[in-house]
C-alpha cells in the first residue's frame, strides 16, 4: 500500500512540475497590457476586388477625327500578378459609341515605389459611332481583339487607392480599315 502511496504522490509532484515546465515568468500580482506587433507595412498589391472610373480617348488607324469619353470597370486579381477585367466605356463624336471589353492582366509591383507595369489583352464587343470617325453608324462590331501596356500607382497613404494610365491597340476581325487606339486614364479603389 505504502508503495501505491507513494507512487500517487510522484506521479502527481511530476504533473505539477510540468505544469510549470518552459515557463520564465513569475507572477508579481500585477497584470500587464498584452501589446500586438503593429505591422509595418501594408500590401498594397494583395489579391482581391477593385473598381474604377476612366477617362477615355479613341484614336482610328485611319482617319483624322478622334473620341473622347470614359467608363467604368471593375476587375479581381488572383495574385499579385495575375488577374482579369471587366470594362464598359461611352465615347463619342458625333454620335455615341459604346465599348465592352473582357481582358487578362498580368503586372509586375514594384513594392518599393508602389508601381506596378502591365501587360493587358483580350476581347471586346463595341456598337455604334460614325463612319467619319472610322466607324460605321449603328454598327455592332464583334470579335476585336486588343493589347496593350499600362502603368499602376498605389498610395501608402490612402492604401485602397490608385490611379492608371494605359493603352490599347484594338484589331477589327473584319477590316483593317476600323482598327484603332484606346487610351485610358482613370482612379482605381481596392477592396
Known sequence: MKTIRSLSILLAASLASSAFAGSDSTYSGKSSKV?????????????????GAFASGILPRYGSSHYA?????????????????????VDAYHSERHQFDGNLIVRYPFRSCNIA?????????????????????????????????????????CPHFG????????????TSSRDYTLVRLGLKWTF
Open 69 to 89: 469619353g470614359g467608363g467604368v470597370l471593375g476587375e479581381y486579381f488572383f495574385n499579385d500578378y495575375v488577374g482579369i477585367q471587366g470594362d464598359y466605356g
Open 163 to 174: 490611379i492608371f494610365a494605359d493603352g490599347t491597340y484594338h484589331w477589327d476581325a473584319s
Open 117 to 157: 507595369p502591365y501587360i493587358i489583352g483580350g476581347g471586346s464587343f463595341g456598337t455604334g459611332g460614325t463612319s467619319q470617325a472610322g466607324f460605321e453608324t449603328g454598327s455592332q462590331r464583334l470579335g476585336d481583339f486588343q493589347a496593350g501596356v499600362g502603368l499602376e500607382k498605389r498610395f501608402e497613404s
Open 35 to 51: 501589446v500586438q506587433p503593429v505591422a509595418t507595412e501594408t500590401d498594397l498589391w494583395a489579391p482581391g476586388f477593385a473598381v
